[in-house]
């Protein structure tokens, strides 16, 4: 799913690109790549089980899985550690304003054995609605309750409107040395969910499962005329509408939440003239 999401991207940059030629609306572009970090909100997390379950587990603690380790360990696995890649075009002559498409593959983990609110219904056997109304605390135990993670990715993709303010140039002045950036965007989410369920691991199918926003500011430094630095501090909402795809065992399953988040990011980028 991976390799077809980059795919279509690449495809819809080249579209543009070709296109863009004959009329000259963007004035160059950019590509990027980086890793990033996160902390998010507590979250109340819904879940509609096929075994007639209906319950929510309230103000979830969750936390990410950079796995950066993974950057001296397997070098050139560089889809491993939480990443981030963008394509953006320049609007202006002086590359002060773009439309970026912005991919980050984060990661959320919910905290086992936190004690959670559980209210709803929980049924014991799959089809059989035996389940009684619950209102009581609960301790999150993979083997006899639950444990939930968007760890083949969060993926979160969007479009950014983007600017940049001229802080400090370089000393003959022929292109910028440090930018002040700043974004806003909004996208959809495609993640794999990994959920287990009294002991039973499901991994879920990439499928398009809610929605995002955010807003974005940090800094670029330019050590070469193209060649440049970006560290940004990032803030947003996510909401998964159906974060859990039909497969062979969990069929007409649903889960859904949404929580905020902040997240630093550093990438490398390269500015190309057309």
Known sequence: MRKIILLIIINAISTIIIAQTKNHFFKGMYIQWGYNTEWYTKSNI???LSNGSNFIVHN???NDKPDF???LKK?????IPQYNYRFGFYL???KTKSIELNFDHAKYVVTNYQKVRVTGIINNQSGINDGLQIDADSILNPATFFHMEHTDGANWLHINYTQQRILLNNKNKSHPLINLIYKIGAGINIPRTDFTWKGDRYNND????GYNAGIEGGFRYFPFKHFFFEATGKSGYVRYVNALANTTKIKNSRLSHGFGYFELIGLI???INF
């Open 92 to 94: 202006n002559d002086k």
């Open 269 to 271: 980028g390269y500015d």
């Open 46 to 48: 819904h879940f509609k």
């Open 75 to 79: 070098p050139f696995e560089i889809s």
């Open 69 to 71: 380790d993974a950057i």
């Open 60 to 62: 979830v603690k969750a």
């Open 206 to 209: 990439f499928h398009v499962a």
